[in-house]
């Protein structure tokens, strides 16, 4: 394999061709019994009584009383019940499972079920915080007293549903005395570990499977281990194989989805145009329970610089409970909202202060050397002015903001520059995850990886086998990767962060160097590799201190927009976006993953709207959310950079989450420019544009 940028077949595309890959709801089990959840019809009260008519024979309920350990499920912020028992804090919360042979005689019964309810005022406005959140860099209040100006702004963005092809399920069996789970899951191990706190087991008596999964985009992180320890009670008391297949509509009601967010910056300015301070405000919607939002909350506030240089920070931050779905892991974990805020207000501050907005956002562009938001330091190259210069003259964007700055075209063309931190935050591989990997060689010298990362689509099947057949210099077919099954695969860690290319990859290239090094013909083999963190790598979890990553992914986006003037509707153009994400193990694959994840952050940005109207999700299926078709994607140039990461396999980053995280800002700013008014809130919907110049014509 002379070039890993070469790209090749990807290993799992035959058999999702064929048809004959096994999604959960595709694998067939003798005498399943099917699984349909009991839900909460109100906000917030409490349960005063559920009355079960008689059962049918074979039909069995399960509630709270039926779980032998913790009546929570382990996430991060271990909040969220199994089954609610006294209380219910949000439509759609679960009670209990009902399980039958017949899916029709489980309806039947579930409308027979009367639950009787103490009902309480919910809460839906952002004035409960559960979580906060502060850190500083600097003397912030030195530079706003000395500030020439002080210039003020507040951003919001909504909820994204993953909108993954296929719905969450799980299947449960007992067998062999263990509970065993088959599902569509991005984190075995998550799974494990919370089954094992429900059922107050051993770890032996747990095995969980990855199946084939469609899609998750962070959707199938956190939200499975609720599923997995429901089954898993069932299981154990029933001891037959269950099935727990969500219909699309409950799936966009009751599972986890992007946070909607309200971020207000304020900026001091010396007398040289030059931000000298900043303070930030987020706050993001958590929900009913805080789940992951605190992780999500402090990645948000780490991004609160943007792609600049700013020396003096005060960043705050809360997590809101409301009486609504939960929120949780969505690609970009908190980026994305803080992202679209910064870059929008960057270009603000420099219209307010009347000066060229791409000079003024070059002079603050961060550098190589320079100190990062929580007093880090950004140690390897930025390549960034060789990016934006590629991107303005692909996308002749000077020409193009003059041209449409100056007429009533109601054209326009954005830019945006951001990054993405790769890996967890900090310390969290080696204090939280410490990831382990194995690789086995049999007696015919071929060798199969072991490790609990989850092909969701995305390739690592196919990254991940490339890097170990690389390594030992052997065709890709000597090289065998399965789905992860906890019985055999060890703990490498969750598939989030943007890590498994760059962490499980980088983890599995040292064990291939190792497997070579000793490699001999025709013997049994096992090497094993941990994680451990860089020595210059240090991090302060209570005072967001230090380096909050290892390293950092860049990109550029470039967006062209045409505005209807009768309709308001946004015609996307054309799209240049360049990204640095060291070196792409796959080049196919890589802008896969960009192309895919630049659409997701334009639908995020213009059409994908998601409201809650007194605790209910009003869009709840595929024809009122509306995502991107083939009529949407613009016609698109994508640009990959070589910028080799000296710890990451072959030099690899992150790929994933960045592709996402600007295309957002680049396609606001463009309508800003088309429509002259300016934008502080996505998605920027016909609707939203008729506001915007009704309100002012007015």
């Not at 309200?262 to 900026?267: D, G, Q, V």
């Not at 809101?320 to 929008?344: D, H, L, S, W």
């Not at 040292?510 to 094993?528: F, I, M, N, P, Y």
């Amino acid at each position: 394999m002379k070039n890993i940028s070469t790209s090749i077949p990807k290993i799992d595309g035959p058999e999702k061709i064929r048809g004959s890959s096994l999604y959960v709801d595709d694998i067939k089990i003798d005498n399943v019994l099917f699984a349909k959840t009991l839900r909460s019809s109100i906000a917030k009260g409490r349960i005063d009584s559920i009355v079960v008519p008689p059962l049918p024979r074979g039909v069995h309920f399960i509630t709270a009383k039926d779980i032998p350990g913790k009546n929570r499920v382990k996430i991060i912020f271990d909040d969220m019940p199994v089954f609610a028992e006294h209380e219910v804090r949000y439509i759609g919360e679960p009670i209990g499972l009902l399980i039958g042979a017949d899916k029709m005689e489980i309806l039947n019964v579930m409308k027979q079920i009367k639950i009787t309810y103490i009902e309480t005022t919910p809460r839906f406005d952002f004035d409960e915080s559960a979580i906060h959140y502060h850190y500083q860099k600097g003397c912030v209040k030195e530079a706003f007293d000395q500030a020439k100006k002080t210039i003020t702004k507040t951003y919001e963005t909504g909820y994204q549903e993953q909108a993954y092809i296929e719905p969450q399920g799980m299947i449960g069996m007992f067998e062999d005395n263990k509970v065993v789970l088959i599902g569509s899951i991005q984190c075995p191990y998550y799974a494990k570990n919370a089954v094992i706190e429900t059922l107050a087991c051993e770890s032996e008596s747990v095995r969980i499977i990855q199946s084939s999964v469609g899609g998750a985009f962070g959707g199938k992180e956190e939200f499975p281990s609720l599923l997995a320890c429901q089954l898993a009670v069932a299981v154990q008391k029933i001891k037959q194989p269950i099935k727990l297949i969500y219909e699309r509509e409950e799936d966009m009601e009751v599972t986890t989805k992007r946070h909607p967010s309200k971020t207000t910056l304020s900026a001091s300015v010396d007398g040289d145009n030059r931000i000298t301070a900043i303070r930030c405000h987020v706050g993001i919607d958590g929900g009913a329970y805080v789940g992951l939002s605190g992780v999500v909350l402090s990645r948000a506030m780490i991004a609160s610089s943007g792609a600049y240089t700013i020396d003096n920070l005060e960043v705050d931050g809360d997590v809101y409970i409301t009486n609504t779905v939960p929120t949780g892991a969505f690609r970009g974990f908190g980026a994305p909202q803080m992202k679209f805020a910064v870059e929008m207000f960057i270009h603000h501050v420099a219209k307010e202060l009347n000066v060229d907005p791409f000079s003024f956002r070059m002079r603050h562009l961060a550098k190589q050397g320079d100190r990062t938001s929580t007093n880090g330091t950004f140690r390897d190259p930025i390549i960034m002015p060789a990016m934006i210069d590629l991107a303005l003259k692909r996308s002749d964007y000077h020409e193009k903001a003059k041209k449409f700055a100056s007429e009533d075209s109601f054209r326009g063309i954005g830019m945006s520059w951001f990054f993405h931190g790769c890996g967890f935050t900090g310390s969290g591989e080696s204090k939280h995850i410490n990831a382990l990997v194995t690789l086995k060689k049999n007696r015919l010298n071929h060798v199969f990886v072991y490790v609990a990362a989850v092909d969701m689509g995305q390739g690592a099947k196919t990254v991940l086998t490339k890097i170990v057949a690389g390594v030992l210099d052997l065709p890709i077919e000597s090289v065998t990767f399965d789905n992860p099954d906890t019985d055999f695969v060890p703990d490498s860690g969750p598939t989030v962060a943007s890590r498994t290319t760059m962490i499980v990859g980088g983890l599995l290239a040292r064990a291939a160097k190792k497997l070579k090094e000793s490699w001999e013909e025709g013997c049994d083999q096992t090497v094993h590799e941990r994680y451990v963190q860089p020595p210059e790598i240090e991090w302060d979890e209570e005072t967001f201190q230090g380096d909050a990553y290892p390293a950092y992914s860049w990109g550029v986006n470039v967006v062209e927009v045409r505005v209807c003037k009768k309709t308001y509707h946004v015609d996307v153009e054309h799209a240049w976006s360049v990204y640095d994400v060291g070196k792409a193990i796959d080049e196919r694959l890589v802008l896969g993953q960009a192309d895919g994840g630049f659409i997701q952050g334009l639908a995020y940005g213009t059409i994908e709207v998601m409201e809650c109207e007194k605790g209910k999700i009003r869009q709840k299926n595929m024809t009122d959310y509306i995502i991107p078709t083939t009529s949407d994607i613009p016609n698109m140039e994508t640009h990959l950079i070589d910028n080799p990461y000296p710890l990451g396999p072959y030099g690899a980053k992150g790929v994933g989450e960045l592709t996402l995280i600007g295309a957002a800002p680049a396609v606001a700013l463009a309508i800003e420019m088309a429509i002259k008014r300016e934008v502080t809130k996505i998605p920027v919907t016909p609707e939203r544009i008729m506001e915007m110049i009704g309100y002012e014509d007015d």
